[in-house]
């Protein structure tokens, strides 16, 4: 196990950081054959882009996340989702590189989604927004990439759902990017995965509050389905071993002996509620069913006969996969057969599997090697940049 308590971590950020609004007019034609009139999508930049518009990195997030990855929004704010990983000196240095970070369609942060107005209507999409793959959430940060200036990403980096943004970027715009950064992710869900999301999705849609979807038209939420979803969500990204050295069998209130009459909690107990709680008053359970439909969809390889090294074929870019020893919902495995894909497809490729206990939830966590391991990739991007004349 690794020690996250490095007296030399960076603590650098990038400060207040103010998130921006980008309308498009032109329509987006997804994957399931609807299309988007228009939309919109919230973003937010950190660092300086160069005059070759070369440094750009594109970061894509997972399930709940959001454009705000990095600094804060006011002074004394909780800083956003990856910013122990962004910022001047840390593994995706914001001196070195100009960072992008946007809420996807569907979100629910500010960009285009369920909670949004539908121009056709002048009400909430609600149930209505058209599911969306993958791929939509490419082309869309494709077309971002063109308002920004930016012809070719120096990478795409992500996690999770996030590192399958970044493995279709490859796929659909080879040319576009010279580094894909895949990191706790895989190929395509587990039979397991997918019943974890169906069982997600089932709490929600149970809660007499949901009303086929439509519950911002009666002015309520299903709040209990949401925070029931999010506690099993929160359950598969954590490990045993950390859930066992945090909570043990602690009590937070009764006792299992008999000796008093207050109701027996235990603190895991407590925690989930916690988690599911304060989730549930942040996010849109539309916004959750969809993307967790997006992942459950996603498979790189299925419009290549279902061969991976065939799919692979078409990057152009290098790759870093990093995977973490005790994340089971996106297991080491997984990362290992994309690596074996890309090998067999004669593509560049870096692989290291992190020694960590956090879980699928470390790749959001301070860790020394991974820290290390990351940042020396992240910088030999920059020196490469720096030695072709393209750096800042």
């Known amino acids: 196990m690794t020690d996250s308590s490095q007296p030399d971590w960076p603590d650098q950020s990038v400060g207040i950081v103010e998130p921006q609004r980008f309308h498009f007019d032109e329509p987006l034609e997804l ?9 919109e999508l919230v973003v937010e930049t950190y660092g300086e882009l160069n005059s070759e518009c070369s440094n750009g990195v594109l970061i894509c997030h997972a399930l709940s996340g959001h454009h705000h990855a ?20 840390k593994p995706i240095d914001t001196d070195k590189f100009f960072v992008v970070s946007l809420n996807n369609i569907g979100g629910c ?6 909670s949004s107005t539908n121009p056709a209507t002048d009400k ?7 599911p969306l793959r993958v791929r939509d959430w490419v082309h869309s940060q494709a077309r971002l ?15 999770s759902l996030g590192g399958m943004q970044a493995m279709r970027w490859a796929l659909l715009y080879p040319e576009r990017l010279r580094h894909c950064v895949v990191i706790a992710s895989s190929m395509k869900l587990s039979a397991q995965n997918i019943a974890f999301n169906e069982t997600a999705r089932r709490a929600i849609t149970s809660d007499r509050d949901y009303h086929d979807g439509d519950y911002l038209g009666h002015q309520t939420a299903p709040k209990r389905g949401l925070a029931l979803a999010r506690m099993i969500g929160h359950i598969t990204y954590l ?32 925690y989930l509620r916690h988690q599911g709680d304060k989730f549930s008053g942040l996010f849109d359970a539309n916004t959750y069913l969809l993307m967790t439909k997006a992942l459950d969809y996603f498979d790189l390889a299925r419009e290549y006969d279902n061969d991976p090294v065939a799919a692979l074929s078409q990057a152009q ?4 996969i990093l995977s973490f020893s005790s994340d089971w919902r996106f297991s080491p495995e997984r990362s290992k057969e994309l690596v074996d894909a890309l090998v067999a497809a004669g593509r560049n490729v870096s692989y290291v599997n992190i020694e960590s206990a956090h879980g699928h939830d470390a790749f959001l966590l301070q860790d ?7 940042g020396n990739y992240m910088n030999n991007i920059a020196e490469q940049l720096a030695a072709t004349g393209e750096g800042l």
């Open 31 to 39: 994957a399931c054959g609807r299309t988007l009139t228009e939309y």
């Open 70 to 89: 990095a600094g804060t929004h006011h002074k004394g704010d909780k800083p956003g989702w990856w910013d122990n990983y962004i910022g001047p000196g």
């Open 109 to 114: 942060h500010g960009s285009t989604g369920p």
């Open 124 to 130: 909430p999409w609600g149930p209505s927004f058209p």
């Open 145 to 159: 990439a063109d308002r920004l200036g930016i012809q070719q990403w120096a990478a795409v980096v992500g996690g």
């Open 239 to 270: 490990s045993d071993e950390l859930m066992g050295n945090r909570f043990g069998r602690e009590l937070r209130s009764g006792d299992l002996l008999g000796q008093n009459n207050a109701p027996i909690e235990f603190q895991v107990e407590s």
């Open 317 to 320: 870019c290098d790759f870093l």
């Open 368 to 374: 020394q090697r991974y820290r290390t391991v990351f």
